[in-house]
């Protein structure tokens, strides 16, 4: 596969279990030979899509006082504002020229509830979207089992209280010189099972092929790129291949809402029997997703 293919995953939704796999199988050969794809027919309003976005450009728009008030460092949990070149996710290169606001999936009661903006309107489309969008991620889960020849509700039970993120994400243009090697965001693989990725249209994320090749990822209008994450590649024995990918600095501003959706956190992430070829031992041990994605956002915020 050379380039990107777009899926309109309409048919997930069809009570025809032949249907369904038809699409399951689009996706996995997707998730084994580039580890990315753009889906349509997802189900998720393009008016509220829109919407969201126009509520991330408000946010962003507020005084810095106003973003710094909800600062991660404060709030904790992986909640809240990170600031201009507080990430680095090539760990090797300048920090990230991105700010970014961050809400988790919470019950309401074994974690901390998010922090919302004092901005009317905000936290009902926001919301609606992390919702929307989270009940679509759902749903590819069940076309990797399909396609991995596991019961259609093997992860159910590993995602129904995930540590899924939802990342509003502003690229400014940069108004002076930046230092050498900083780009919008670093080279790296996303830490969880599957992240859906919406865009305003302006480029720049790019997507490394298994030859090395950069690809420039479409941005279709109301679509989604999905694209697979280290958990998911660790469950599948690297069957799956979770996908190195960057965004270059910005021509012009750009904003992207980035939904991580990751395992339960006592989800033990091991690598599934049938994904191991006889004879040979699995490449990764098995960890629980809260460790694992501990040790990832620790080298990323450059914390012990």
């Known amino acids: ?171 400014p243009v940069p108004a002076q010189v930046v230092p050498a090697g900083q780009i919008g965001a670093g080279t790296h693989t996303d830490y969880g099972n599957v992240t859906l990725l919406a865009t305003d249209g302006v480029a720049g994320l790019q997507v490394q092929r298994r030859d090395g090749v950069w690809l420039d990822a479409p941005a279709l209008h109301g679509a989604f790129i999905c694209n697979i994450g280290d958990c998911l590649m660790r469950w599948t024995n690297d069957l799956y291949v979770s996908t190195p990918h960057r965004v270059l600095k910005p021509a012009a501003e750009r904003y992207s809402i980035a939904l991580f959706v990751d395992p339960n956190p006592d989800a033990l992430v091991s690598a599934i029997p049938s994904c191991v070829p006889a004879g040979e031992s699995p490449r990764y041990a098995p960890i629980t997703a809260h460790d694992y994605l501990q040790q990832r956002f620790a080298a990323t915020y450059g914390t012990a």
């Not at 596969?1 to 796999?21: C, E, H, N, T, Y």
């Not at 399951?24 to 794809?37: H, K, N, Y």
């Not at 070149?85 to 009661?109: P, Q, R, S, Y």
């Not at 609606?128 to 399909?146: E, K, N, S, W």
Request: net charge negative; aromatic share 10%.
């Open 1 to 171: 596969m050379k380039d990107i293919p777009v899926i309109d995953i309409a048919a997930l939704s069809s009570d025809d279990a032949a249907d369904r796999r038809v699409i399951a199988a689009q996706i996995g050969r997707a998730c084994r030979e580039v580890g990315f794809f753009v889906i349509t027919g997802h189900g998720v309003p393009v008016p509220l899509i829109d919407a969201t976005f126009a509520e991330s450009a408000r946010f962003f728009a507020q005084p810095a006082d106003f973003k710094r008030a909800m600062s991660i460092d404060r709030l904790g949990s992986n909640r809240g504002y990170v600031g201009l070149g507080v990430e680095a996710l090539d760990e090797k290169t300048a920090a990230d020229h991105k700010e970014a606001f961050n809400l988790i999936w919470t019950d309401g009661t074994t974690r901390p509830d998010n922090a919302w903006p004092e901005l009317p309107g905000f936290r009902d489309t926001v919301q609606r979207y992390f919702d929307g969008v989270l009940a679509v991620g759902a749903r590819l889960h069940q076309a990797f089992a399909l396609d991995l020849d596991l019961p259609e509700r093997f992860f159910a039970d590993k995602i129904d209280r995930p540590l899924a993120t939802l990342r509003l994400l502003h690229y």
